[in-house]
């Protein structure tokens, strides 16, 4: 079994609540921050520790503090980024729910490192219920002396807040989230200026996900030094995974970054394999942005060798062979689920989602769709392959802000794995009607965990 | 004016604008609109809006262009119930065209219809973050998960009888 520092006491009855987290060694952490630490060596413990951020892009937490500016009396901000949006990923509503004083004490910590005092969590509008649970546990941080003016007598003053946006992905983007706590569209600005510099307000801000902000706490309770020598390489420490798609166990999983991806699709302490006895065809390892990659580059990599649920593993061989981390957003799907549908459903969603600030993201998803829909529909011809190629070749790294990527990125590497899929759809339009999909010959054989099992 | 928080709500405006440094209310505008669609009927009108501008002193075009970027707003009216049904990938994965056809055969009504009794809307969205425990769909403040043509008898039965129907 893998090693757990974000839910180890996740099992304990009762955690949720001020009394069951404090008996059970929460606000430790905290404490040690306050009464033995500096700011700058809560931060230099951070960058020891080599935790990379959890919302997807993966920068180092403890560099991109060392960033923020601190002109003299000008506030700074930290904002908890839990506008958890992208499709296959839903680790951080867990958190919140679960363990709500886990991330209320990673905000203390974090905010007394930054010199912020006054932290929002801005929250996806549709976890309507999970609010509440914060702020109670808001509530009774303050009760007991971990949230106000000075904090535990160290002089320390924070206040956090609440913030429900109101349904659009765009807002997981940091400065499209900033737009939207300042009571605006949430339209991505241009960097530069960075938020470090100028952020919320126009003053020094840092974004971070609920799951970095969380992973502050075991890293101050066990040391910095002692988190990096968990995982491998540069992936250190644990990382929540949302496994769901066609997998016996949909659920979130802590990994300690050192086991392969087909221990974590079969083995039973993680998804448990694939139900009904099906094979495995493909799986999108980090959210729906990374590539999608079909069984047998999603087990061994271009090399041969076996892939591990890491950031350097699962992107190794870069796009061709390779996918992402990401969120860890884990969507499987088996031998009888048609990547030509599932292309479009999430090309639906990013249009959907396209903020509408940058053309070719605003015209280009919706392209990208009506095209896959044609083809979907049985409507397709050869050539709208190739152009599908083009459209998503002028989306990416052409808008403000990484959701063009996002949208072109999952076309991309559907077509680059799974074209005879597109060019089976174009010839046979009257079975892609019926949905009958027909291909299933991407499925693995049984992979070796899954017949171990078996026997 | 025929649209007016109530003082409790008045209130709850005051605690929501305290929220950000002084100067600052414009970042109240999300919360309000929470509250004012939650207020005054499920949905935002222009006057709704307008009163939401004039608590904030900010001119309504910034209202206005904040309610119709987010999807969370609605702009006419919906049933008491609506149904926010995901339908994106893995829900998708997991059968959710099958419970949009199931609920628009039983309720007899389209994507973005609502019931003539004015009960049931019906209104497909995308990813809404429970993707391990698909299909599901938001219904008010809660989630809905693991959605079988059952439990979608069951729910509608529940809305039915909350509502006196």
């Known amino acids: 079994m893998g090693r757990k520092l974000l839910l180890d006491k996740a099992h304990i009855e009762g955690i949720r609540y001020y009394d069951v987290y404090r008996q059970n060694g929460g606000y430790a952490a905290a404490e040690k921050a306050l009464k033995s630490m500096s700011p700058d060596q809560v931060t230099e413990e951070v960058k020891k520790s080599g935790l990379r951020g959890r919302g997807g892009a993966g920068f180092p937490t403890g560099l991109k503090w060392s960033f923020l500016a601190k002109p003299e009396g000008v506030p700074r901000y930290l904002v908890c980024n839990a506008d958890e949006s992208e499709p296959g990923t839903f680790k951080d509503r867990y958190l919140m729910e679960f363990l709500p004083h886990l991330l209320i004490e990673g905000l203390l910590i974090s905010s007394y490192a930054l010199g912020a005092n006054r932290t929002y969590i801005y929250i996806r509008g549709e976890y309507a219920w999970i609010p509440d649970i914060l702020e109670e546990a808001i509530r009774d941080a303050h009760k007991n002396g971990w949230l106000g003016k000075n904090i535990q007598g160290s002089g320390f003053d924070l206040d956090i807040y609440v913030q429900r946006g109101a349904g659009a992905y765009i807002c997981g983007e940091e400065t499209a989230l900033i737009e939207s706590l300042e009571g605006k569209r949430g339209n991505p600005r241009i960097k530069p200026p960075f938020p470090a510099v100028k952020g919320l307000w126009q003053c020094p801000t840092v974004v971070n996900n609920v799951e970095t902000l969380a992973a502050v706490v075991p890293i101050l309770n066990i040391g910095g030094d002692e988190y990096a020598k968990i995982g491998i390489g540069k992936s250190t420490g644990t990382k929540l995974i949302s496994a769901c798609g066609n997998i016996n166990k949909p659920g979130v999983y802590e990994i300690d970054m050192t086991i392969s991806v087909e221990e974590f699709i079969y083995s039973e302490e993680y998804c448990g394999g694939i139900p009904n006895g099906k094979r495995l065809k493909a799986c999108i390892p980090g959210g729906s942005s990374v590539p999608i990659l079909p069984a047998n580059l999603l087990l061994k990599t271009a090399k041969g060798e076996q892939r591990m649920m890491t950031y350097e593993s699962l992107n190794d061989g870069g796009f061709p062979t390779g996918s992402m981390m990401g969120s860890g957003g884990f969507i499987v799907l088996d031998e009888d689920q048609c990547v030509v549908r599932h292309t479009l459903s999430l090309a639906r969603f990013y249009h959907h989602e396209s903020c509408g600030q940058c053309s070719p993201c605003r015209e280009g998803t919706g392209w990208m769709k009506r095209v896959l829909m044609n083809i979907e529909n049985g409507k397709g011809k050869m050539s709208d392959i190739d152009l599908l190629w083009d459209i998503q070749r002028k989306i990416e790294g052409n808008t403000i802000c990484p959701l063009g990527d996002a949208a072109a990125w999952p076309v991309a590497a559907a077509i680059r794995h799974f074209r005879d899929e597109f060019e089976w759809h174009v010839n046979n339009p009257e079975e892609a009607q019926r949905r009958n999909f027909g291909l299933a010959h991407y499925a693995d054989p049984l992979p070796v965990v899954a017949a171990a099992a078996a026997v | ?165």
């Open chain 2, 1 to 165: 004016m025929a649209v007016q928080f109530s003082e409790e709500k008045l209130n709850k405006v005051k605690e929501i604008i305290a929220r950000y440094p002084e100067g600052k209310q414009k970042s109240a505008l999300i919360p309000v609109l929470h509250l004012a669609q939650e207020s005054f009927g499920g949905w935002l009108s222009a006057e709704t809006m307008d009163y939401v501008a004039s608590l904030l002193q900010i001119t309504s075009i910034e209202v206005y262009e904040v309610a119709t970027f987010y999807s969370m707003y609605n702009l006419k009216p919906v049933g008491k119930y609506l149904f926010e049904v995901c339908q994106t990938g893995p829900c998708m994965l997991n059968g959710s065209d099958n419970i949009i056809a199931y609920i628009k055969e039983k309720l007899g009504i389209g994507n973005g219809e609502t019931t003539p009794d004015g009960l049931f809307t019906l209104k497909t969205v995308e990813c809404l973050g429970a993707c391990g425990y698909a299909p599901m769909m938001q219904l008010g403040k809660f989630y809905k998960e693991h959605l079988t043509k059952e439990k979608v008898d069951q729910i509608i039965a529940e809305c039915r009888a909350q509502a006196g129907n």
